[in-house]
T-cell receptor, first 112, second 112 residues
Framework: DTGVSQNPRHKITKRGQNVTFRCDPISEHNRLYWYRQTLGQGPEFLTYFQNEAQLEKSRLLSDRFSAERPKGSFSTLEIQRTEQGDSAMYLC??????????FGPGTRLTVT | DQQVKQNSPSLSVQEGRISILNCDYTNSMFDYFLWYKKYPAEGPTFLISISSIKDKNEDGRFTVFLNKSAKHLSLHIVPSQPGDSAVYFCAAIYQGAQKLVFGQGTRLTINP
């Protein structure tokens, strides 16, 4: 039983560049979530997919952020024109039931 | 607007003793609560949960207590082991919502 995987694990980029992260959920999970975590804080919700439909987006998800889950399996999170404030750990989670979400190892983004 | 609060940023406990981590919430709509454990450079790992219809849930060395009237929950770890040293996050969710709302976390250190 493989868990949630995320790639890359670390990404360093220059301000203004675009970055894309990938998440592969647990295979039988139809729900997929993206969260962001900054230092000293708990994860904050960004967006939620049920199968391929993006059903909820946080106000934290500005126009520069876009997420997709094209075939209801893996998902991508793209950040355009990165800013230093985007530096954070980006976490993906999946679940079969609503309540218990299982997290991947995260992608740490550093914007210089 | 911090709906879930963990007021102790850190806790130090001697190996073999009981660790008690606390969490308070403000939103009375929350009906399910979870504890996650996080090691450095890893994603949060689900530990234990409790529904609002219960006041206690036990799993091995871990017990979660819920006091709905006080809007307070706690995680007890007995006996504490060195491998329990991690950051612990309390999270809450309510039926109909998709996102977990996390506290800021408590760093638990178990001393030999």
């Amino acid at each position: 039983d493989t868990g949630v995987s995320q790639n890359p694990r670390h990404k360093i980029t220059k301000r203004g560049q675009n970055v894309t992260f990938r998440c592969d959920p647990i295979s039988e999970h139809n729900r997929l979530y993206w969260y962001r975590q900054t230092l000293g804080q708990g994860p904050e919700f960004l967006t939620y997919f049920q199968n391929e439909a993006q059903l909820e987006k946080s106000r934290l998800l500005s126009d520069r952020f876009s997420a997709e889950r094209p075939k209801g399996s893996f998902s991508t999170l793209e950040i355009q024109r990165t800013e230093q404030g985007d530096s954070a750990m980006y976490l993906c989670a999946s679940s079969r039931e609503i309540y218990e979400q299982y997290f991947g190892p995260g992608t740490r983004l550093t914007v210089t | 607007d911090q709906q879930v609060k963990q007021n102790s940023p850190s806790l130090s406990v001697q190996e073999g003793r009981i660790s008690i981590l606390n969490c308070d919430y403000t939103n009375s709509m929350f009906d399910y609560f979870l504890w996650y454990k996080k090691y450095p450079a890893e994603g949060p790992t689900f530990l234990i949960s409790i529904s609002s219809i219960k006041d206690k849930n036990e799993d091995g060395r871990f017990t979660v207590f819920l006091n709905k009237s006080a809007k307070h929950l706690s995680l007890h770890i007995v006996p504490s082991q060195p491998g329990d040293s991690a950051v612990y996050f309390c999270a809450a969710i309510y039926q109909g919502a998709q996102k977990l709302v996390f506290g800021q976390g408590t760093r638990l250190t178990i001393n030999p």
